[in-house]
Every structure is written in C-alpha cells, then in structure tokens.
C-alpha cells in the first residue's frame, strides 16, 4: 500500500463480476489510491478479466495445479481502515505518488526523514484505530482451514499493525469460525510486514513469496501457491514476479468494462467479494483431501444411523416415562459411531419429538447444558443443526430461547457438520422459508461457505431465500 500507484495501459479489457454485494464507503476509499486528477486524465490499472473468463482455465481434474497454499495481503485485502489516506500521507510527506514512499523517506536529510517518519507512524495509528475486517475474509480462512490448505501474511503495514490486526480482529474472529472441538483455528503459517526489510525486501521484490514457498517445500515457479491482493501492481504483479498464481481482489472497485491492464499484472482470478474466491478455486484448482475437489461422486454420501443407547431409542419413541429412569450421565450419552454419535437431544429433534426436547433440556443439568446443546453428533450436525435441515421451526425455538447468565445464547447456530453444511445451508437448501427467516432474525451467518465454496443463497434454488439472505448480508455489510 505504499508502493507507487503507477499506472498502466495495457491490452485487456475487464469486466466485473456479476455477482456481487456493494460496500458503502468504497467510493470514498478510491482517492486513497488513486489520485483524483489522475483517475480524470488515465486508464487505471484494473482486472484483466472476470470470473467467468480467467487466463487459468479450468482444465481437466488430472491438469488442474493442485492449491497447496494461500498468501494474502493484508489492507485492502483482508482488513479496511478508513481514515488511512494514503493520498494525504504522500502529500504531507512532500513525496510524489510516482515514488515509493519508504524509499523517498531514506533518502530524506535526517531532519525531513524524521518528520515524515512522524507523520507517517501518526496516520497509521490512526487507521489502526478504524480498521475492521472486511466482510468474508474469515469465513474464507475458515474454509482453507477446513480443507488444510495453509496460509501467510505479506504486508508493507508494519508488525505493530498486523498485531492489532491478530489480537483484536483476527484471532476473537477465526476462534469463533470453527467448532470448539476442532484442535486449531485458521492462522497464517508466516506473517512478513516491512520490519522484516533487513532479511527480505518488501513487496512487490518476489523474494517474500520465494521465501514462504521454501517453507511449504514448493519449488518455484509453482501455480501451486496462490497469491492474493487488492493492488494489480503490488499484489498481483510481485505474485506473477515469483512465478505463483494470482488473484486479484477489487475491494475498491477499480474495474470496469472500460479500463484496461498490462499483462504483466494481468490476474489469474478476479473477485470483486473476498467471499467468492473459494468457489473459483474449486472450479480451477485441485483440492487435496476428504472434502477436496478430488472425491468421487458418492463418497460423501452416508447411511441413516439408528439410536445404540437406551436414552437414544426412547427419545425416538418420545417416551418420557423410560427416560424417567434414566440417570443424567444416560441422558447425554453419545452413541458409539466412528462418524460421530447422536445424543438422546440430537434423536429428540431428529424425529420431531418436542416433548422429548422439552424433558431432555429440563434434566440434563445447567452445568452441561450448553455442551450438550452443541454437541456434534452423526457426521458433526447438532441438534440445532438436524433442526434446520427438517425445518422444525418448533425444535428451533426451544434452542434459541436457552439463554447463559450473561444472557447470551446457549445455542451455536453456526456450527456446520463434517462436510461443512452449516444450519443456513441445510435451510435454505431444504428451502425451508421459515427456519431461514428465524435463522436470519437471530444472526445467522450469511458468508459460510460449505465446501465447494458456495454461501446459503448460492446454495438454494428457492428465489424468495435467496433474495431473503442477500437482504440482510447486504444491510449487514453496510450497517
């Protein structure tokens, strides 16, 4: 982000992604980037292409690179801070936006260098003070995670702010991404910011990306590794230096179907949402492992367990008096299954049994409640989650209306199962109107992705959902 604009005419028209969501403010961001008077006299840089027509064409599955690892910028790419203008940051430092301006700041006398410096440390605290995660970024990392494709973190910001980034963004956010039973949360296998200038030079020098493909034991040039930015210059152009795939992520909407680009910043992969880049990577990449894009049609699909305990078969059966007799301990019983076991909670809602439920929530225990609400069962659904898939409005209720003594939920309705349908994707794709409207009035989350990439209202053919999710992401996004 401080590397010079530049701008670049070139051969290739861009067209935008059709779908997509606007986010209030970007206008307003573009002057950061792009000087006024420029963007009146010049083409800007912009994609090279939109996600229907990608220079990586999709090939057959054996000719596909295989993704074996995700580097992304940070501002622009993964985080917005608002009152950064780096406009004004050139300006106040007396440097052209033709010049990189750490550079210029070097070559400064002492006196100047030190006083740019300042101006320089003061904007930037100021944008670690606005800064906020832009919208699907870590839903994207959750999904990486999911499908063990590591990732890292280049940046001309310094580790100063990539740390306010981490402790209080990323981290509180990613935790919260995954389920409680998953052993980690998505995190940057290598994070490099311009502090680290003495061993490696910043971007758009390739050697940052030569030095994370060391460390995943990749042999460049390797479109193994995908290199993801908002910058065509920056981003894309110090990926395609290192020989690696690029993506580029028009956060600042400079595309349009008038601007043209250079080849030599020409993307891979364009998006105008951070959120549709898992899709697109299915369709052109290899994805390695269980829920990769590798697995034979019909292997994910599975038989209907039957209940194994005494609690699980009497919940089905809805008789409470054989429950009655049961001890706490039986009645939050898992049932053996290498694919997970259902609870007594998990059959109760499974078969509709409400009185069951009712009974189940009243005698399990207030210390065990919360876990055995999101206890992951058969294939990691809960019970929350087999609600939605039925569309068991009723079954849904009960769970929502448990509340902790900090009044907050008891119930995670962002849980998916093993195959990464979340409780949204279940409804929306049963197109079960209800249970998404209750979902939706409780904060679903609208960006899960399940693991072909796609969100709820990507994942559903009923329009009056579709349009239902898409309403509250976009009021989300601009709220």
């Known amino acids: 982000k401080y590397w010079p604009t530049g701008i670049l005419l070139g051969r290739r028209l861009c067209s935008s992604l059709a779908f997509s969501t606007t986010t209030t403010g970007r206008a307003s961001q573009l002057s950061f980037l792009y000087p006024t008077a420029t963007l009146s006299t010049t083409k800007v840089m912009a994609a090279s292409l939109s996600t229907s027509q990608p220079p990586l064409q999709p090939k057959d599955d054996d000719d596909r690179p295989t993704l074996k690892g995700v580097v992304f910028d940070m501002d622009g790419t993964l985080t917005n801070s608002p009152s950064l203008d780096f406009a ?36 930037e605290e100021e944008g670690r003070q606005t800064m906020y995660l832009i919208p699907g970024a870590t839903q994207v990392a959750a999904w990486l995670h999911y499908h063990s494709i590591p990732m890292a973190l280049v940046t001309r910001n310094t580790d100063k702010t990539v740390n306010v980034m981490l402790e209080k963004h990323w981290n509180p956010a990613t935790e919260s991404a995954v389920p409680k039973n998953k052993e980690t949360s998505p995190s940057f296998d290598i994070i490099l910011s311009r502090d680290n200038n003495q061993d490696i030079p910043p971007k758009p020098h390739p050697a940052s990306l030569e030095y994370i493909a060391s460390k995943w034991s990749i042999d ?25 795939s690029t993506a580029f992520f028009d956060f600042h909407r400079v595309c349009n179907n008038e601007e043209e680009i250079d080849d030599d910043v020409a993307p891979d992969l ?27 049609r019909g292997t994910l699909k599975y038989s209907t367990p039957e209940p194994k305990t005494i609690a ?10 054989k429950l009655s007799t049961l001890t706490q301990e039986e009645l939050v019983a898992q049932d053996e299954n290498h694919l997970g076991g259902n609870t007594p909670l998990i059959w109760a809602v499974d078969a509709g049994q409400l009185e069951v439920v009712d009974y189940l929530l009243q005698n399990v225990g207030e210390e065990n409640l919360k876990d055995h609400v999101n206890a992951r069962g058969y294939l990691g659904a809960t019970a929350f989650c087999r609600a939605c898939q039925k569309g068991n409005v009723d079954a849904m209720q009960r769970l929502l209306t448990l509340k902790t003594t900090d009044d907050s939920m008891v119930a995670d309705i962002n849980i998916p199962n093993d195959k990464m349908q979340y409780p949204l994707h279940f409804a929306a794709f049963k197109r079960h109107r209800e249970a998404v409207s209750v979902l939706l009035e409780n904060g679903a989350d609208t960006l899960v992705l399940d693991r072909k990439g796609r969100t709820p209202a990507e994942d559903t053919a009923d329009e009056v959902i579709r349009d239902a999710i898409l309403s509250e992401r976009r009021k989300r996004i601009s709220g």
Do not use: W
Not at 220 to 244: E, Q, R, T, W, Y
Not at 312 to 321: L, R
């Open 88 to 123: 004004k940051m050139y300006a106040r430092c007396n440097v052209p936006r033709d010049q990189d301006i750490l550079k210029a700041i070097l070559s400064m006398p002492p006196s100047d260098a030190a006083s740019a410096q300042r101006i320089v440390d003061e904007m």
């Open 220 to 244: 460049l040039p390797s479109k193994d590794i995908l290199m993801v930015g908002d910058n065509l210059k920056h981003d894309v152009g110090f990926g395609k230096a290192a020989g690696v």
């Open 270 to 296: 364009h998006v105008n949402e951070i959120y549709d880049l898992p899709a697109l990577l299915c369709k052109h990449y290899s994805i390695d492992g269980p829920l990769g894009t590798n697995v034979p």
């Open 312 to 321: 699980g078969q009497a919940s089905v059966q809805g008789d409470i008096a």
